[in-house]
Structure formats: C-alpha cells, structure tokens
C-alpha cells in the first residue's frame, strides 16, 4: 500500500523522534522472514525497549538527518528493518542477533552507535553489552571490593598478632564478704 505526503511526513516525524534519543540503532536484512517470526520479534522488542519498524529507506534516510545516526544515510539500501535501542545501547543488538539465531534470513547489514558507522560484524559486540542492571551489579562489586579486601586485610592483621580471638569468659562474680 502507497503512502500519501501527510502519511509519510508522519512515518519520517515518529522515525526523528525516535532517532532523536536512541542510544544505538541495527538495520537488518529481513526478506524471508515469517508473519509469525516478525509478530514475536516486534513482541520481544516491546519488551526490551526497542523500537522496531520496517520503513522505505528514503524515509528512514530523511528521518535520521540531524540525528547521530546520519552516517548510516548512504548505507541504507535493499529491504531494511530497523530496531532502534530506546533504552540500553545493547538491546536492539541482542534482539537481531536472538532472532537471527533461528531464522537464517535475518542478517544485520548497519550497526550504529554514537555517531559512528560501523560494520555489520559489529552487532555481536553491541549484543554483548551489558544491560543497565548487569552495569550496575558490575559497578557496585568493582565499589565494594576495595572495603572488603581492607577488612580482610584487618582481621588477617588481628589474627597473626593474637588479638582476633575474643575472650568469651564471663567474669568472675564478687562473693559476698
């Protein structure tokens, strides 16, 4: 179905908006895909925060103008799905690459992440960020590292000069005289 100016002003208007804060953009080679394979991939990207569409690459080139992702302008070419990360950087990169793992067809052709234009290969290494709870966790252990490893060092002090061992004698009661 043929799209009139008002609608693709508004497809081009909701891709800037997007562009505009996302953090990592993946477009994909998706011809071959099922209904049913890209029914529970736009299902899993609800979920992860990423925002899935499949657009002319005309509109998706006008979109993207004054946003970081201009630099995939000029790579945009053939049938292209495109999953913009809204919410971690990594999310759009694991989406493409789970699905790909059981669909063949599904094969990541544009990889963007902060400006930079880089080559397909590189949606590996965008899947393998970690998500925002994972950075987290990592950050709090790499934080309270330095406290535990004083606090053994403390009590392995403690311990060689005899003074880790609490008395656990009760003291002697007075007798009455």
Do not use: C
Not at 18 to 35: C, D, F, I, N, R
Not at 147 to 175: H, I, L, S, T
Request: net charge neutral; aromatic share 4%.
């Amino acid at each position: 179905m043929a799209l009139n100016l008002s609608q693709k002003q508004e497809v081009v208007a909701e891709l800037a908006e997007v562009a505009a804060k996302a953090h990592s953009l993946v477009a994909a080679e998706y011809a071959g895909t099922t209904v049913e394979q890209m029914t529970a991939m736009r299902k899993k990207a609800r979920e992860s925060g990423v925002f899935l569409k499949v657009v002319k690459n005309t509109l998706a080139s006008r979109a993207v103008v004054g946003t970081e992702f201009e630099v995939v302008k000029d790579a945009l070419t053939g049938p292209l799905l495109y999953a913009f990360s809204t919410e971690e950087p990594g999310a759009a990169g694991r989406l493409i690459k789970e699905f790909a793992k059981t669909n063949d067809k599904l094969k990541a052709k544009v990889v963007s992440v902060e400006g930079k234009l880089l080559p397909a290969a590189h949606v590996e290494v965008l899947a393998s960020l970690p998500t925002r709870e994972q950075a987290l966790s990592m950050l709090a252990r790499v934080l309270a590292e330095p406290a535990a490893m004083f606090a053994r060092v403390v009590k392995a002090v403690a311990d060689k000069q005899g003074g880790g061992e609490v008395a656990a004698e009760a003291p002697a009661e007075a007798e009455p005289a």
